[in-house]
């Protein structure tokens, strides 16, 4: 696998590391809704691009979240972090739960994602109900955006998320990075794993529910824990932005080395 530097944005100054990863509609734009309120002064974020998105839409790759997660953890290298947290929206999710072993992580936090059972994701490309077919991708992916945020949300938003969508992907990138989220199947990777993980649902999102992580998440993740933000669908930045940063840095928080030296 050939080493590749994400593109990234380092914000703050603080002495727990974190890396953010981006979910599969967006790059790390993604994150920009919440960035002004994040607290600096605890943390050290760091938002990256994967392989197929923003900086990164012509990097070559395989598209797959363990690509991404061996990306991640290369970056951490390059940036001489010895310990860090780790953050990720839908799709980056996936990528960071397979960012291990401990006690390289600190702890994972993840929003409408899931640990990847043994049968993958049940959201599958040949079903149509994820992959947009080339003439109908705006539509398509305005479908989804709008059914997993409880079909709630102003038209004006579901069509600046579309278009950003497709600004900051690239196609061929784009649906190989949903065979990979999809149909990947690592549970074996991740259960039983010792790290503090949280993990945030959207009340509004009925793929992605508090009943379903807690049949998921929650057994695969022996120190696993569950949020659910009732104002949220899939999309916690954008509609419960600080609702989202206090709930993911109080769980961080109860990580942080009080010298230190371990985040």
Known sequence: MASYLLPHTLLGEGPHKVVAVHGWFADRSAYDPVLADLDTESFRYEVVD?????????????????????????????????????????????????????????????????????????????????????????ENRRAIIDFTTGGVRPRAWLDR???RSLAVSDAKAFRAWLDSWAGEDFHAEVAGAPVPALAVAGALDPALSAELLRGTWLRAYPRGELAELPGAGHYAMDEVPLELIRTVEDFLRADTDPEGSGA
């Open 50 to 138: 994967l392989r197929g998105y923003g900086e990164a839409r012509d990097a070559a790759g395989a598209y797959t979240t363990g690509e991404g997660a061996a990306d991640v953890l290369d970056l951490a290298d390059r940036l001489g972090w010895e310990r860090f947290s780790l953050v990720g929206h839908s799709m980056g999710g996936s990528v960071a739960q397979r960012v291990w072993p401990p006690p390289r992580t600190g702890c994972a936090v993840s929003w409408a994602c899931r640990p990847c059972p043994r049968r993958g994701c049940g959201c599958r490309p040949s079903s149509g109900s994820c992959s947009p077919p080339p003439r109908t991708s705006r």
């Open 161 to 163: 998320m579309v278009h």
